[in-house]
């Protein structure tokens, strides 16, 4: 072993506590999220089914579905990836690894709160900004914690010079406290804006982060594992940085949908924009082609391709969102299933995978361990995608049907069904996840408190020697 | 991209645009709106709902209706009615004109040019300006717009129909009883609703001395036991009453209508 492994090894083992701080709580979110999502989604297989119980009916239930799955899963579990790439390209070990410790246990906290609180029917009421002040002011702290380690991390770095994940991540940690005070400030304050004000900001911080932030987090994580993984450099940093201009411009004007009632020029405006995103799509679509095709690694299910699908599922839900955006077909599918399609494909079907695939290449890594499960990853990997698709291409024809329709139940009932099924694949696909987290944690901890018990045992055989 | 101060300073460019135009310029624009008038009537719109309906907008908030429903009315466009009010002196002429032209469904520009045909042989005409859109009349009368919700913290635009749009239900199915009863068993009054029954918001108790006067009036299949009968609680009153706050039933400047007349022939009751 070299003095380059031993140094890399320091810098992974110094991520370790904060990370499976992170990712312990988030597996758990993720199970908890895909199993809410599969009780609201019974409402449709049976209405009666939660006539006397208020905390699992469908309006309770789905909004909580969501948030666990957003806010349990996606924000945390790509923190922790960031911050293992910050120290990675700083080649230095994590500064200040106790904070993110203390802020990975308060976000969680703030999540069991928010969830608790949409069940119980304390929920805000606008999408995506359910969950109550206490819980946000958590998060918010939680958020800014882990984002002092991470630029402190990113200030030692010993190469000046920045890679293209740099910039999209960095962003990202400025993007989210923005965006997530702005809209609780204004909306959830004691004298929040007036009228559809509130609507307009909601609308404008949903599409900042489902779009904007799992964008620039998810292909900062990616355009850094795709040349690792495929041993071939990033085709090209300009294509990149065109990409991180042009996505974050166009990108934050998306969001308002047309024939909302508001001043006419918000929704003409987000038209615009929307149609725009094409730009940075087709740029994304050029460097994951050149730089993908190149490669010559087998994925065989492994975490390249994770990330490979990923990336195609981010290329996809930009199209369906960019769709959404014009006129004509805005008019069919607006209110439809087809809204839900494109926010599960870009959540799950392209975030979820893309951090799932970086946390099974790093773990391993940090813990200086093999998975206890490796063939799970593959598994995994199947019932995903499997998952995804049978829930997104369901709920896409079933929304256009059901915009064909005029919004009738009945057409879109049999799409709903399928998604269920889907929703099943990726709760088995969870669970397999979390099963590979836990028992990791555990053996580490098991191993930790026999090191202890040694420690506590050792000095003490010696006493007895001397005497 | 040199340094992480150029990255910083390049995302709050791009997100401090997006926030003046999509947080800071409808809050000037919209912050400060005030009551508009109703047109023809004058009467200032909107008024702030009733404290029942205001409480009920919580409960419509806590129980998540938002995900299924919408509020917020589509409009495509207008069309133009020309009616035909008094036939004049030469009722023959204006009846053998009045066969040869459209005169539902127009433009602005043809109904004006039927208007002055029928005008110039002595017919008095209105013309009636009335919104089309899928939506209409299906579920309201025009299109929604941000007045509507003047009143409203939260506001519940909502981004999913699985259920049917109640920016207007208030107009639509004005009654308390069939509210309550379709919010205790939906299918009772739609058949093949898809909408979840409430049971939670009601109570099912042993009939006193009397039957309360309160009680759902259920057709047997939703019946209670022989002997109990279903109460609202408050919390399902103050959900009816917000129900029944949504109208959005009058022609306001920036959504035009032109109201149905009341027929002067029926007796006023």
């Known amino acids: 072993m070299n003095v380059n492994e031993i140094s890399q090894q320091k810098i992974d083992t110094s991520c370790r506590v904060p990370l499976l701080a992170l990712f312990g709580g988030a597996a758990l979110w993720l199970v908890v999220g895909l199993t809410l999502s599969i009780i609201a ?72 709160i928010g969830l608790i609180a949409i069940l119980i029917g304390d929920s805000t009421g606008f999408m995506w900004l359910e969950f109550p002040r206490g819980s946000s002011v958590l998060l918010f702290a939680a958020f800014l914690l882990i984002a002092v380690s991470a630029v402190a991390t990113f200030g030692q770095r010993k190469e000046r010079e920045l890679y293209p994940s740099h910039w999209f991540l960095l962003a990202a940690l400025l993007w989210f406290p923005w965006i997530y005070s702005t809209a609780n400030l204004l909306i959830e304050s004691g004298h929040p804006v007036r009228g559809v004000t509130q609507a307009v900001i909601g609308w404008w911080f949903a599409d900042n982060l489902i779009f904007v932030w799992l964008a620039l987090v998810g292909l900062g994580v990616a355009f850094y594992f795709l040349p690792k993984l495929g041993e071939r450099p990033l085709q090209s940093s300009h294509f990149a940085l065109f990409v991180f201009w042009t996505l974050m411009i166009f990108g934050t004007w998306c969001g308002i949908p047309q024939g909302a ?191 202890v018990v040694a420690y506590i045992k050792s000095p003490l055989e010696t006493a007895e020697v001397k005497s | ?135 209409i009349p299906r579920w309201g009368i025009r299109r929604s717009v941000a007045t509507d919700f003047l009143y409203d913290s939260p506001v519940q635009l909502g981004s999913q129909r699985i259920g049917p749009d109640l920016a207007d239900v208030g107009a639509r199915l004005g009654n308390a009883d069939w509210q309550l009863l379709h919010l205790y068993a939906p299918q009772s009054v739609v058949k093949n609703s898809g909408m979840p029954p409430f049971h939670f918001l009601f109570e099912t108790k042993k009939i006193g001395d009397a039957p309360s006067p309160d009680a759902l009036n259920l057709p047997k299949e939703f019946a209670p036991p022989a002997g109990y009968e279903v109460v609202p609680t408050t919390e399902a009153k103050q959900l009816s009453a917000y129900l029944l706050s949504l109208r959005a039933d009058v022609p306001l400047y920036e959504a035009p209508f032109t109201p149905a007349q009341v027929s002067t022939n029926v007796p006023a009751k």
């Open chain 2, 1 to 135: 991209m040199k340094n992480g101060f150029s990255v910083f300073i390049a995302a709050f460019i791009a997100l401090g645009a997006s926030w003046c135009g999509f947080v800071l310029a409808p809050v000037l624009q919209l912050g400060t709106a005030k009551q508009t008038t109703i047109l023809v009537s004058g009467d200032t719109y909107p008024v702030q709902r009733t404290g029942d309906a205001t409480l009920g907008l919580q409960v419509y908030r806590a129980n998540g209706c938002t995900a299924c429903h919408t509020e917020q009315i589509q409009q495509d466009g207008v069309v133009f009615d020309v009616v035909l009010t008094a036939a004049g002196k030469n009722p023959v002429v204006v009846s053998n004109l009045i066969s040869t032209l459209k005169l539902t469904g127009l433009t602005k520009e043809a109904a004006d040019s039927a208007n002055d045909k029928i005008t110039t042989v002595g017919g008095k005409v209105e013309t009636h300006l009335i919104p089309t859109g899928r939506d």
């Open chain 1, 261 to 451: 009632p508001v001043p006419a020029w918000l929704p003409a405006l987000s038209s615009v924009a929307s149609g725009l995103t094409i730009v940075p799509l087709i740029v994304i679509a050029i460097i994951f082609v050149k730089t993908v095709c190149g490669a010559n690694t087998n994925c065989k299910g492994g975490p390249f391709c994770y990330i490979k699908f990923g990336t195609v599922a981010f290329l996809l839900s930009t199209l369906m969102l960019i769709s959404s955006g014009c006129p004509h077909f805005s008019k069919i599918v607006e209110f439809t299933w087809f809204g839900p399609a494109q926010t599960q494909l870009q959540i799950l079907g392209f975030f979820a995978i893309v951090i799932c695939g970086a946390i099974y290449e790093l773990l391993p890594r940090v813990m200086g361990f093999e998975l206890p499960f490796p063939k799970f990853v593959r598994v995994q990997h199947w019932l995903f995608m499997l998952g995804i698709i049978l829930l997104v291409v369901s709920l896409a024809i079933g929304g256009i049907e059901q915009g064909l329709k005029n919004y009738s139940l009945e057409s879109s009932l049999p799409f709903l069904r399928v998604s269920t099924t889907g929703l099943l694949f990726l709760l088995l696909g969870s669970l397999l996840f979390a099963a590979n987290i836990f028992v990791m944690t555990f053996k580490w901890k098991l191993a930790l408190i026999k090191s």
């Open chain 1, 41 to 112: 989604s019974l409402t449709f297989h049976a209405p009666q089914m939660f006539a006397d119980c208020p905390l699992l009916t469908y309006g309770h239930a789905q909004p909580a579905a969501n948030d666990a799955i957003l806010y349990g899963f996606c924000i945390p579990a790509a923190l922790g990836v960031m911050l293992w790439i910050f120290a990675r390209l700083s080649q230095t070990e994590l500064v200040l690894p106790l904070v993110p410790v203390v802020a990975a246990n308060i976000w969680h906290l703030g999540v069991f």
